[in-house]
C-alpha cells in the first residue's frame, strides 16, 4: 500500500502528481499487466534480444 504523506498547505494536484510518480516506480501496473496474459518464454526471450539490439545500435551510432 502506498502512502503519500501531504504537507500542510499542498496542492491536491502536486499530490497525486507524486501518488502517480511512485506508483510507476512501484512497478504494480506492469507486474499486474504481465500476469494478466500469458507470453511464451520464446517470445519474451526475442522481445529481449531485439530490445538489446535496439539499445546497442543507439549506443553505436552516438559513438560515430
Not at 13 to 34: C, S
Not at 42 to 51: E, H, L, N, P
Request: proline residues 3%; without cysteine.
Amino acid at each position: 500500500m502506498l502512502i503519500i504523506p501531504i504537507k500542510e498547505g499542498e496542492n491536491i494536484d502536486r499530490a497525486l502528481k507524486r501518488y502517480k510518480r511512485k506508483f510507476d516506480r512501484t512497478g504494480t501496473k506492469r507486474a499486474l499487466q504481465t500476469r494478466k496474459q500469458f507470453t511464451k518464454p520464446s517470445v519474451a526471450r526475442r522481445a529481449q534480444v531485439q530490445k538489446a539490439q535496439y539499445i546497442q545500435s543507439l549506443r553505436d551510432a552516438e559513438e560515430i
